[in-house]
């Protein structure tokens, strides 16, 4: 957002001079170069969508925006937009039906009422309050002809301690304000009808951060050479660059830039990373690649926050010096393309982005690509006051069903929704002419299909949404990972995200054997407004499938990241470490002691990986001063398919300096776990790592009140024909077994509250933990003597008993995972 004000009307250049005048003196050659045509600051809205301005209690309604004009009614809840400012200068276009007005809000950053304008034809144009004191009266403004098209200029400026108001060239208000306080934006309507269109934000260009001669100021861990400076530019000479960072770390702030990169060239703008960290795992990167313009609008193209949240819009040019803002402003991370507004996410509400730094270097990415950096600015706002996520929304059911899956922890809140899990199995018994119906989830009211599970890759699959009489999507069985929403890149089992407002039934024609079974979760406590699906022809369209934007995507990068070997290292949380400890045998040494409450999210077991090989190594954990460990198994059983070598993508195991469990275990009067030797030989050296998060004062209540994370052990030979046995209240995620065949048997049965539980009866492993023989998928696998099913997408309740039947087990030694209730 630059700093000086071109075109501007005679009237305003005297009335409004440049905000910062004094930065020129500051700016590396070139700098005025590229000045000439540029518009005025950046945009605010988009043309058709309220993005960036759903923000305020209750959510916006009464507003309408087309072609970039927004059209609010007396009626209207105030809008909010997600955007703070120090010193600014705000322009736009506006008009008013009789006995209208417009209110321009200011809340104060982080919390206050603020300030309110008032913008109207008659007296009282400019009147300015700060909650019931006046600031300024305002002025009479003469109202327009009545000719079509015809609207009012306004010009709101704040530098320092004073705020100004231009109308239609005349200035109707001036007023001091305190320099030190920092204001949100918000529209409101009284009356009738209004209109405002065109608005326009600019803020001071700040402090250069490149001085145009020399790398002073930056550093990389890649060759310092392949950078420079060229004419006042940034340049890459070379590949091996590496991330060029900043030696300062940022919080909140405007960044602006410019840069032009070859055709087809990539590159990122990396923001708020740890100094040990990479921006698209650790911080963010705002994605620069130019891509040609019919390619999809996903997690990859320009200004997308990379492998999470897609942009809004594409605004960049190809080959040509792009100017890009980026506004880092609390958990609001906005930015703008050649002053297009083509990005805005709230990370405090996003499930991946919520764990990232506050705070970190500023960096431009080397990807082989030559490219030129130019203009480089940032605007810093104050640290120590960063805007709260200005509305925390219910979340919708789908949202339930994904934060589950990339954040564990929510499985211990007792209370989502009243989310019902349930399932439906059919088997296919010769090709029908009018098709087969594999399930008919008529419950009438939302749900979510999460998991999809066949042993045939035959016919064609019809998906009827909501009653309709044409199916919303009809494809091959083989081509349902490219056509419905994934989660991830398994095939068998597919996992989705598929809502529906009252019922989904879906048909199979043109298959003659198989089996299918369909895991779906229930929401009989809302009423059926679910937004449903509408199938594009790319997956890439993460928008048309009823979810937060940016969260499928997310999904699928933290998937591929577990492949990797990342797991959230360098989140900002605190780290608990235990010295390594050799145990004797029969000896058992307490690694780690947490006090007070707090969330442990994952726990890391630093040893030798052949622990994992037998059950000589125990891992017990004790929550809340109890006595009595509430899981105790080996520790191979703690983390199924990290023995031996390599990670696989997944969402629940990781082995990056050891084998790690991202299963979360509240506590609420401390956490302890200890190692135990039950071999006949001492354990090699063997340490913890946890991150935790100690509970303060604003969620103690909530911390308190979590479920625990339970597990019961057994060993082989023990409880007959069950599998697992769970009693009182709780919520089944997990089951883990050795296996003692080349093939898991097929389960009985699975009663929930005394009674059978459909979609459960005579389940064979295909269908329940997937196809293959050794494989491991994103929730479940078999590999090195174990198999595995997490239910994460689709955890079980129960009230007063859970028990899992297996009459051909041999009941080999296995593991249950549940969270119960204190």
């Not at 960096?363 to 925390?392: C, F, T, W």
């Not at 064609?460 to 309709?468: C, E, I, K, M, P």
């Not at 520790?635 to 195991?653: D, H, K, T």
Request: net charge neutral.
């Amino acid at each position: 957002m630059q700093g000086t004000v071109i075109r501007l009307l005679p009237a305003l250049a005297v009335l409004f001079p440049p905000i910062c005048p004094s930065l020129h003196a500051e700016e590396p050659p070139g700098a005025d170069a590229r000045r000439a045509g540029e518009a005025f600051g950046v945009k605010l809205l988009r043309p058709d969508s309220l993005a960036g301005w759903s923000y305020g209690d209750p959510p916006y309604v009464g507003w309408t925006i087309a072609a970039g004009r927004l059209g609010g009614t007396g009626g209207a809840s105030p809008l909010r937009s997600g955007f703070s400012f120090g010193d600014f200068e705000l322009r736009f276009r506006w008009s008013v039906a009789e006995k209208t007005a417009w209110k321009i809000l200011f809340p104060d950053a982080p919390s206050g009422q603020g300030l309110e304008l008032i913008l109207r034809e008659g007296p009282g144009c400019g009147g300015l309050r700060d909650g019931n004191r006046v600031l300024a009266a305002g002025g009479e403004l003469a109202p327009l002809a009545p000719v079509d098209g015809r609207m009012h200029t306004a010009a709101i400026r704040r530098t320092g301690g004073k705020l100004s108001l231009a109308v239609d060239d005349r200035v109707m208000a001036e007023s001091a304000v305190d320099p030190a306080r920092r204001f949100g934006l918000g529209l409101a309507v009284a009356g009738n009808q209004a209109l405002l269109e065109d608005l326009r934000v600019e803020e001071p260009r700040g402090t250069s951060i490149f001085n145009g001669r020399d790398l002073e100021g930056w550093r990389t861990a890649g060759d310092p050479s392949a950078w420079g400076a060229e004419n006042g530019e940034l340049v890459l000479r070379k590949p091996g660059g590496n991330y060029l960072r900043t030696k300062r770390q940022y919080a909140n702030f405007t960044l602006s830039l410019e840069y032009r990169i070859d055709k087809g060239g990539n590159s990122g703008i990396g923001i708020r990373t740890p100094p040990s960290g990479w921006p698209s795992g650790d911080g963010m990167e705002l994605q620069i690649w130019d891509l040609p313009y019919g390619d999809p609008l996903d997690k990859h193209a320009a200004m997308a926050i990379y492998g999470n949240v897609p942009p809004l819009a594409r605004a960049d040019r190809s080959g040509q010096w792009n100017r890009v803002v980026i506004k880092a402003d609390g958990p609001m991370i906005s930015a703008w393309m050649n002053g297009e507004f083509v990005q805005h996410c709230d990370t405090a509400e996003h499930p991946e982005l919520k764990h990232r730094h506050p705070t970190g270097w500023i960096g431009i990415q080397e990807h082989g690509a030559k490219m030129q950096v130019r203009n480089l600015y940032v605007l810093e706002a104050p640290a120590d006051m960063p805007p709260a996520s200005l509305r925390r929304p219910t979340l919708d059911p789908v949202a339930v069903v994904l934060d589950r899956l990339m954040n564990p922890e929510r499985l211990s809140r007792a209370r989502d929704l009243d989310a019902q899990t349930r399932a439906v199995t059919a088997s296919v018994s010769g090709d029908r002419p009018d098709g087969q119906v594999l399930a008919d989830l008529d419950d009438g009211h939302p749900g979510v299909l999460v998991r999809i599970a066949r042993t045939t890759d035959e016919g064609h699959l019809a998906f009827y949404v909501d009653g309709q009489a044409k199916p919303r999507l009809e494809c091959r069985a083989g081509e349902l990972a490219g056509r419905l929403p994934h989660l991830c890149d398994d095939l068998h089992p597919l996992l989705t995200c598929l809502p529906y407002a009252k019922r989904l039934k879906i048909v199979l024609r043109g298959a003659r054997s198989g089996r299918y079974r369909f895991d779906y979760v229930a929401f009989p406590s809302i009423p059926g407004v679910l937004p449903t699906f509408e199938p594009g022809p790319k997956t890439d369209r993460w928008d048309e499938w009823g979810a937060p934007r940016g969260w499928l995507p997310a999904c699928v990068y933290r998937h591929n990241q577990f492949g990797w070997g990342g797991h959230r290292e360098f989140d900002p949380l605190p780290r608990m470490q235990s010295p390594e400890k050799v145990i004797p045998p029969g000896k058992s040494e307490r690694l780690l002691q947490l006090d007070g409450a707090g969330i442990v999210h994952w726990v890391k077991l630093r040893a030798d990986k052949r622990v994992l090989d037998n059950h000589d190594l125990w891992l017990e954990a004790r929550v809340d001063g109890r006595s009595q460990p509430a899981i105790a198994a080996p520790a191979r059983f703690w983390f199924p398919g990290l023995a031996g070598q390599g990670n696989w993508p997944s969402f629940v195991m990781v082995d990056r300096g050891g084998p790690t469990s991202v299963l979360a275990m509240p506590y609420g009067n401390g956490l302890s776990i200890a190692a135990v030797n039950r071999g006949n030989r001492p354990t090699p050296p063997v340490g913890l790592t946890v991150s935790c998060e100690p509970a303060g004062d604003a969620d103690r209540d909530d911390v308190l009140h979590r479920m625990r994370l339970r597990g019961v052990f057994q060993a082989a030979g023990e409880g007959g024909p069950e599998l697992l046995r769970l009693a009182g209240r709780g919520r089944w995620i997990g089951l883990v077994c050795e296996q003692e065949s080349d093939s898991p048997p097929a389960i009985d049965s699975l009663d929930v509250d005394g009674r059978p539980a459909e979609g459960w009866r005579s389940l064979d492993a295909g269908l329940l933990l997937g196809q293959g023989g050794d494989f491991r998928t994103s929730l479940s696998g078999r590999h090195r003597g174990l198999w595995w099913r997490y239910l994460l997408l689709e955890p079980v309740d129960f009230r007063q008993s859970l028990v899992l039947k297996c009459s051909s087990f041999p009941a080999a030694a296995r593991l249950g995972l549940w969270y119960q209730p204190q």
